[in-house]
């Protein structure tokens, strides 16, 4: 598979964030997880307990002595560091390096994205191996993002930017919006009903109070569920009165 | 304040996770916070201390008894929630609802985000309430992200869209990028070095080894650090030879 980044943990320490960030991938669709020396030796029960869910991630990860060999096989290496550490190298944010991976991705180049240990971040030793930086927007007086929130910002961004993948704003989830007919015979329907009420007085604003009404409906982002609903409660409301008059 | 949305965590459980939450927003330089009904109470010290940092957020968050009460003052309220549970809403990523947000927020209008407790999210008590849903778009196989994920992608996503605060990629951190001149001079040095070493051989060959050297210079990104270290080294490659001959 070299259709998406490979996500190296770089000397990961709890077991815990491990799994945590394996699941932060999974929610974003990403699978080829590679670590560089975990803390705790491997395979770690406790990664695999926070993994629920997302445990083929670590089943398949592969292990590596260290951050060279495990990006060996890869064209195009980002570091995911809050400081640049005096180091001269492109920075970039996670959108513009996913985008950018997007593109190198399609061309059949293989891309990695490096994640240091929780505490300390990558050293500079591995940071030197990548082409460029990775450093998250953050609010410049408070940067406090953990492991896996590096990471779900990272595969987010990758997945984000996914053509064909995000929906466009769903006006109706669930629901056949009303048609145009159906709304002018609800706003007929109550038109009827309230000029027989004696709603339209003085007649001189009748025609005003009508438009604002019939603006009202059409304006209300209205089912074909909700127009039922509309009528069955002016029907309830004026039982008895209006057609038996 | 109101250049910003408020964040209401919904009868939230864990202090651990409202500090989490307190956390992710101020990353993103938002820090209006407010809770329903926090489970255990408030003050809450598991809170505090999980917030380091951003324990401004918890001193001045605003307590609510209903929903109702906690959005009361806003203009357009989002809810949160992984499934749209039959309910008619429009539904939107965090993408487009920070987008909307900036917007309506820039006419003057009041925006609140409602986030659910830990284990079952909102309920269609409080969806009723919102006048839109947003829903995280992961993988369609596997939704796993926690209360201050879900508050953290949000906050991300108000501060990536708003104007100005994200920087272009940048191609050199911290360093200053050599000038044509000087990347000229430098290909110049080592043209005449090589030159002298006998490298463009044989002679019907040199205009084209000397284009590939001048290209490959040009292509690089050097800064004025680098050039220097290119000349120095190729001073100390050719010391006693060349000048001398």
Redesign the interface.
Known sequence: MTDQPAFVLVRPQMGENIGAAA??M????LDRMRMVEPRDGWPNPRAVALA???GRLLDQAGIFADTAAAVADCDYVYATTAR?R????????P??AMQEARGMIAQGRRVAVLFGPERAGLENEDIVRANA?IT????PE????NL??CV??TA?EW??GTPG???E???????EPASALEVEKLAEHYETRLDEAGFFFPETKAPGMKRTLRNLWSRM?L?R??VQVFHGLLRQLTRGRGDGR
């Not at 999974?26 to 669709?29: A, I, L, V």
């Not at 005096?86 to 944010?93: I, Q």
């Not at 408070?142 to 993002?145: A, E, Y």
């Open positions: 699941r932060a999974w929610n974003f669709g629920s869910g997302a640049t005096g180091l001269t190298k492109p920075v970039v944010t959108e513009q930086i998250v927007p953050v609010n408070f940067f406090s993002l896996a929130q779900l910002l987010y997945r984000r993948i995000i929906p704003r769903i006006e109706m989830a669930g629901a982002p089912t569920a909700d």
